[in-house]
Antibody
């Protein structure tokens, strides 16, 4: 049974970089059948898919078009985890951030991390 | 504004049958599959229905999904108080090359 454990700071100032990590147990980040996603949720935007990383003989990344210039999702095979970096945050990036497993659907989900961007 | 369109709210009394709709947009209307997630208060979303009408293990058969060319629906029969939650539909969007969600429907059990 896959479990996802999120970590990272919950309070940022505008222009800083958001960094979150999702530790995986019960599967491998290098699995040839899984994909590892970040999704966020805010009252104004609802659920928003941010992007994913996955391994199919080599590493691939897909990112939401709206965030492509600011986002990086990286695997860390040594720690069996993956990370999210979002540059130049603004208050609009305030949301609950979830990591989740899924190539074809999202299951399971991490518990979520509330990230607040405020000066 | 969400790519998939859901009603913001729905309600029913215990034992009733309720349905929640999810209208597709032109950029994902051709996709074969819609997915549904249930989000209980204060928790992360949970997969409820996959590939239009398939239930993961552990999801009661009171929950069912369907899809037509232009929309999908989630039906909950024998409504129970513990079904009070937000319900989100999702689909892959070819034009965006990414996943999109509906705005979510808050279900109230009266």
């Amino acid at each position: 049974q896959v479990q996802l454990q999120q970590s990272g700071p919950g309070l940022l100032k505008p222009s800083q970089t958001l960094s979150l990590t999702c530790a995986i147990s019960g599967d491998s980040v290098s699995s040839n059948s899984a994909a590892w996603n970040w999704i966020r949720q805010s009252p104004s935007r609802g659920l928003e898919w941010l992007g994913r990383t996955y391994y199919r003989s080599k590493w691939y990344n897909d990112y939401a078009v709206s965030l492509k210039s600011r986002i990086t999702i990286n695997p860390d095979t040594s720690k069996n985890q993956f990370s999210l970096q979002l540059n130049s945050v603004t208050p609009e990036d305030t949301a609950i951030y979830y990591c989740t497993q899924g190539s074809n659907w999202f299951d399971p989900w991490g518990l979520g991390t509330l990230v607040t961007v405020s000066s | 504004q969400s790519v998939l369109t859901q009603p913001p709210s729905a309600s029913g009394t215990p034992g009733q049958r309720v349905t929640i709709s999810c209208s597709l947009s032109s950029s994902n209307i051709g996709n074969d599959y819609v997915f549904w997630y249930q989000q209980l208060p204060g928790t992360a979303p949970k997969l409820l229905i996959y590939r239009n009408n398939q239930r993961p293990s552990g999801v009661p058969d009171r929950f069912s999904g369907s899809k037509s060319d232009t929309s999908a629906s989630l039906a909950i029969s024998g409504l129970r108080s513990e079904d009070e939650a937000d319900y989100h539909c999702a689909a892959w969007d070819d034009s965006l090359s990414g996943w999109v969600f509906g705005g979510g429907t808050k279900l109230t059990v009266l």
